[in-house]
């Protein structure tokens, strides 16, 4: 296990707090406050700005597949020049980083706002927009990813990376039901102003974020031979490398479900943009009640065994989504779907920053950043089956096959079922 120097953190949290002072333990750090508070306003702007993009998409083309491909185009550069933001993060200091990406955030989403005001949009700009925002996010993520166990120190880190969870699912209650609400008071363009609003609270609570410093170098290398490092360090530890095929997995067959929620509010449940926010806001209370959960279970021992577990009523939870034949009783499974899903997201991150060495933890976290471009990868054969062969068909045979694999894991992988 990757134990952090000593002078990088200076937690304030107290680790024997009991009850539900526990659950919110970390945020009793005044650094970890503000990055918190950074990550929610970015996410508070994500979850309308998807809500408005997949409905003015959908819109605009009436295609699954093209809903698809333009979500998942933010992959490519992730998958490309992902392992540069890692090294880089290593390199630099962190929270200016985190500032110059989010801050390259408001002037793309700043532009998209212009174009639809203008009445100007094209596709071809959403495209665009996402490819770049692949780019800003293979910069971001692994900074952002490396930077809380500097906040709040390896004790403290589950808890952090739950509540960051909780905060960010707390969002998703509001977000997506406020954005379906406004789409019909103030249309798709009043939402992009919101949501540029949003990411400019992002960059200025992150400024209030001090510089935590850089990781030692012991040795001047190259960047190629620093991304090789980071590869092979992942090679070599087995348990690492077995979360991330997990992660690969679940991001896979578990998450593209989410971007075809404008299919299943329109042509499943005949709901509008409203019914949309309501389906995100179902997943967000199951989300945030799974986040928290994790964030009061911090000492849990057996935490292998559980993100298995989580895994399996992830894919079950799917099928009875994506065969219910009533809005309300959809609600509710999307209450356990955002639940589990998210518990075992935040698990499995904590389960990799325990078990990695702080000087390659920005290059191991731009790693774990490409498996999520599993889930942009899976849309696409999803959005195809979607239009071919229905989307309740679809989503349902993704989350069968994930509730099998996990199955098939618990049974033959003893070394996962033993993390604690």
Known sequence: MGMLPKQQAKPSASPEANGWRKTFSSLQIRDYRWYWASNVSGFFGFQMQMVAR?????????????????????????????????????????????????????????????????????????????????????????????????????????????????????????????????????????????????????????????????????????????????????????????????????????????????????????????????????????????SLGLAYMSDFKHRGLLLLGLFFVFGVGLVLFSNCETFNLALFFLLIVGGVGTASFALNNTLIQCNIAHEVRGRVMSIYMMTWTAEALGVLPLGALAEAKGVSFAVSLDGALLAILAVIIVATASQLRKLE
Not at 101 to 107: D, L, R, S
Not at 162 to 190: E, Q
Not at 198 to 213: D, I, N, S
Not at 245 to 270: C, K, S
């Open 54 to 290: 997949g409905w003015l998409i959908y819109d605009m083309t009436e295609s699954p597949l093209l809903l698809g491909i333009v979500t998942a185009a933010w992959a490519l550069p992730t998958l490309t020049i992902g392992p540069f933001g890692g090294v880089i993060a290593d390199r630099v200091e962190k929270r200016n980083l985190i500032v110059l990406n989010q801050t390259a955030t408001v002037i793309i989403t700043l532009a998209m706002t212009i174009l639809i005001v203008t009445g100007a949009i094209q596709v071809w700009h959403l495209l665009t927009a996402s490819i770049l925002a692949g780019v800003v996010f293979s910069f971001n993520l692994p900074a952002r990813q490396a930077i809380v166990p500097e906040l709040v120190g390896e004790e403290n880190l589950m808890n952090a990376i739950a509540l960051n969870a909780s905060g960010m699912n707390a969002v998703k209650i509001v977000g997506p039901a406020l954005a379906g609400i406004l789409v019909g008071l103030i249309g798709i363009p009043g939402v992009y102003m919101i949501v540029t609003g949003c990411y400019v609270g992002t960059v200025l609570a992150m400024l209030k974020v001090p510089r935590t410093g850089r990781a030692v170098r012991k040795e001047k290398t190259s960047v190629m031979s620093e991304i090789l490092y980071g590869f092979r360090y992942v090679r070599h530890n087995s348990t690492v490398r077995a979360l991330l095929a997990l992660e690969i997995v679940v991001n896979f067959l578990g998450w593209p479900y989410m971007m075809l929620m404008p299919v299943f509010a329109r042509d499943v449940f005949g709901r509008g943009a409203s019914g949309f926010g309501l389906l995100m806001s179902a997943t967000g209370i199951g989300a945030l009640l799974g």
